[in-house]
């Protein structure tokens, strides 16, 4: 039951934090498929930063977290600026650009990862291997029956994710910016007459969004997978991308999507585990989280809408 | 020519880009780009293997060009309507566990088995792609989401499957198909070579064609096109938009199914357990790297498999790291998605 909760909060909490930034993204009228390649390039600057500074800081420490945590933060928020120039700047197709990231993403990382390790460390890899960051439990809460295992052997990256998680849903509904944020994906031409840059806040969008996809990457590849390479990261941009979409675009139902990933994720491994099937029987408990969200969807999809001026390029003289 | 324009321009600067990255690990430009033709049969290479010289590379070559051909029309289509088919992966491999465990393994003659293959793919794989858009025409289920559901779905479905009834306990694989079933013609003897026909290529020219026909000039084409530019308007000439997506979704499956059977009972002879072929997402950038249309897409899949194909010659003959050239592909990418910005710019001059 522990490791259940465990397991599946450590999945889920990444996907969250990056589907929260594509929330931004696309709340501010631009498609953002280029999570996965967000995430990827965050996880390979922090990882990176963490293996070449691990003879001053150990891994693992607080330090190279920290220095893994701002270095992925960087990494992906400037590479999410070429998603903002093609799409701002030379009004490319924004599905198109999103894509086009991904590959772009994961031709750079496994292409200086094999380099940097065969300049430096003279061995032929595609990895960069990390330790796994340090966990803590908190005494007297985690001793709470069933309850108590959230707050068992946490990853510092969930606390910090759940702290910038609670900043940015206060941000985006309770703020200034958010409201004209949300207000750009609507109708940016009304914003634009309330004398807000349309251009400028969708900037902000998109490298917020690159920003939080870089903690996501950062925490799968530090955590649960404890090396970079860049099949650690594949598919699960998709994931939150999907359950963002099954969240309307909205950060509490998105977060109950990703619950719905992490924990149907966890829960299968430990029945297959606790039925001691052959691991063949898994692969059909790996089916149920999509299945079911399948199923979901089909009673709940029938009021989704997406925001009304999402993909449209921003022409000023449209007004 | 002034179609060709943008994708030319997108490719000489990646390529100009590539020579730089080439020269600042060290390595020469030329030689590498020159391993990358002969590594697909386009240009003779210095020694061969016995049986073997330019022209079976070259029919290797369009072995590996086929599914890619098929996939990339497949993304065409579906984009053509206004939809984002990300799930070519799954439709590929479902098409292709389907004909391996019902054609593939059966002792049925080859000229049976062979056009079975096909029609099976062809059913299996519009069979997901319909179901897709009837998920989003009954239910108003986006289609990016359903596809990635199902691109997982399917891919431990099959894994289940494979490990438990048709695994080959030495490759890890399901276990190979027989020769007969087999799209590609392996290893035939014909003047002093040893030679692989890839059938799928004449049906791919075919198919080809019969895409291009279809968007340019029936009513169907017309109406995938109006929905997708604009739902509201096409509602209001009169067409069924929910039916048009989910055909257009059906044609689209297809596509990916005859591109599943080509990959796995024509390139390959057996397929690997829980892992999706990388060609129906690469198939997206190729699509549009091809303009979005069905020739424009054919020669896209040609220049973009000389760059794959031949890296892996490249790597061995001179050290350059094969993945330059997935780096040079995303580079073309980003370059002909700036396409739209340098057509604005004519406009105002």
Known sequence: MDTII????????PLLIAAIGCIYCERSGIINLAIEGFMGVGAFSGALAVVLTSNIFPQGGIASFILAMTCAIL???????????????????????????????????????????????????????LGITQKFTIPYLSEIPIIGAFFQEIYIFNIVIIIVAILAWYFLYYRKFGVYLRACGDNPQAVAACGIDVVKTRM??????????????ISFAYSIFANFSSNIYVGYGYLSIAALIFGNWKIIPTLFACLIFGFSRSLGYSISSMLELPSTFSDIIMTLPYILTLLLLIFFSKNNKMPKALGEIYDQSKR | MKKI?????????????????????GKNPLTAYQNLLQGSGLLPKPSYAGYKNMFTDFMVFLNTLTPMVFAALSVVVAFKAGLFNIGVSSQMLFA???????????????????????????????????????????????????SIMLNYIVQYTTSFFINTKYIDVVSRQSKNISPDASLTLKNIEIAGLKIDIPLGFVVAIIVVIIIKIIINNTKFGYEIEAVGK?????????????????????????????????????????????????????????????NLSAIGSFIAS??????????????????????????????????SACGAYIKLKKGAK
Not at chain 2, 251 to 264: D, E, P, Q, R
Not at chain 2, 307 to 335: C, H, R
């Open chain 1, 6 to 13: 465990i397991d599946g909060m450590s999945f889920s909490l």
């Open chain 1, 75 to 129: 990494g992906a928020t400037l590479f999410s600026l070429l998603h903002a120039l093609l799409c701002i700047k030379f009004s490319a197709n924004q599905t198109i650009s999103g894509i086009t990231m991904n590959i772009l993403a994961i031709a750079l990382t496994t292409f200086l990862t094999k380099q940097i390790n065969s300049s430096l460390f003279n061995k032929p890899s595609a990895k960069l291997e």
């Open chain 1, 204 to 217: 902000y969008a998109i490298m917020i969004s690159g920003a939080l996809s870089g903690i996501a990457g």
């Open chain 2, 5 to 25: 324009k943008i994708p030319l321009i997108s490719l000489g600067l990646s390529l100009i880009t590539g020579i730089i990255v080439i020269l600042l690990i």
């Open chain 2, 96 to 146: 292709g566990f389907i004909a391996t465990i019902t054609i593939g393994y059966s002792p049925l003659n080859g000229f049976i088995a062979k056009p079975l293959v096909i029609i099976i793919g062809i059913m299996a794989g519009a069979l997901l792609g319909a179901l897709i858009g009837f998920l989003k025409y009954k239910f108003n289920i986006n289609e990016v989401v359903s």
């Open chain 2, 230 to 290: 604009n739902k509201e308007a096409s509602t209001y000439a009169g067409i069924n938009v929910g039916i048009t997506l989910v055909k257009a979704m059906l044609l689209s499956g297809a596509l990916a199914g005859l591109a599943g059977v080509t990959y796995y009972l024509g390139l390959n002879l057996s397929i690997q357990p829980r892992t999706l072929p990388t060609i129906g997402f690469d198939a997206i950038a190729v699509a549009l790297f091809g």
């Open chain 2, 302 to 335: 040609f220049i973009i498999t000389i760059i794959t194909k031949g890296s892996a010659y490249m790597s061995s003959i001179s050290k350059v790291p094969a993945e330059i050239a997935s780096i040079i592909i995303a580079l073309i990418l980003v370059f």
